[in-house]
Antibody, heavy 119, light 107 residues
Framework: EEQLVESGGGLVKPGESLRLSCAAS????????MNWVRQAPGKGLEWVSS????????SYADSLKGRFTISRDNAKSSLSLQMDSLRAEDTGVYYC????????????WGHGTTVTVSS | DIQMTQSPSSLSASVGDRVTIACRAS??????LGWYQHKPGEAPKRLIY???TLQSAVPSRFSGSGSGTEFTLTISSLQPEDFATYYC?????????FGQGTKLEIK
């Protein structure tokens, strides 16, 4: 079964850092682009970042203003999101999502990990 | 950035009803659009990709249409398990952008 499992969420104070991880299984991780998508409480889904299969193309949502860094380790079938200078508006559920490209789209989603930024 | 305008934002309907949700893109995105169903506490589930192709194992009461800037998701006969929030997503150009969502509620 193709599966994505996120971890690393938690409660942090404004200005602190957090690193999210996503473990992939059931498919050849190195063949696929990967994404992070988030949902703030009571809000809709928001795309956060994408990384292509060999890490030479990365894109971020404009709203992040350089505070987040996506990375991957194909040998370990893992995806990461380093989040620095966290703000209250970064609170939400963060999903790891497999990307099959502009035509086939985002097809496999993890169940998410919750990040809470509060003093 | 491409803006995705989804309507309506909420919809009240009964089991057996036919419902349609619309998404408009601010520029041509060909057919690079997917539709997702999201229930509280669960992972979003893809229903449609490439604007009109049904994801495997998704019931045939779901259908998608459109290309360019105008897209629709139709549920032909609502079932109790269909009450959820639905999103469109454009993947034509970075940054990817979602519609604002349509919350489908039981009348």
């Amino acid at each position: 079964e193709e599966q994505l499992v996120e971890s690393g969420g938690g409660l942090v104070k404004p200005g602190e850092s957090l690193r999210l991880s996503c473990a992939a299984s059931g498919f050849i991780f190195s063949h696929f682009n990967m994404n992070w998508v988030r949902q703030a409480p009571g809000k809709g889904l928001e795309w956060v970042s994408s990384i292509n299969s060999n890490s030479d193309y990365i894109s971020y949502a404009d709203s992040l203003k350089g505070r987040f860094t996506i990375s991957r380790d194909n040998a370990k079938s893992s995806l990461s999101l380093q989040m620095d200078s966290l703000r209250a508006e970064d609170t939400g559920v963060y999903y790891c999502v497999r990307d099959r490209g502009y035509y086939y789209g985002l097809d496999v989603w993890g169940h998410g990990t919750t990040v809470t930024v509060s003093s | 950035d491409i803006q995705m305008t989804q309507s309506p934002s909420s919809l009240s309907a009964s089991v057996g009803d036919r419902v349609t949700i619309a998404c408009r893109a601010s520029q041509d995105i060909r057919k690079d659009l997917g539709w997702y169903q999201h229930k509280p506490g669960e992972a979003p589930k893809r229903l449609i990709y490439a604007a009109s192709t049904l994801q495997s194992a998704v019931p045939s009461r779901f259908s998608g249409s459109g290309s360019g800037t105008e897209f629709t998701l139709t549920i032909s006969s609502l079932q109790p398990e269909d009450f959820a929030t639905y999103y469109c997503l454009q993947q034509s150009t970075y940054p990817y952008t979602f519609g604002q969502g349509t919350k489908l509620e039981i009348k």
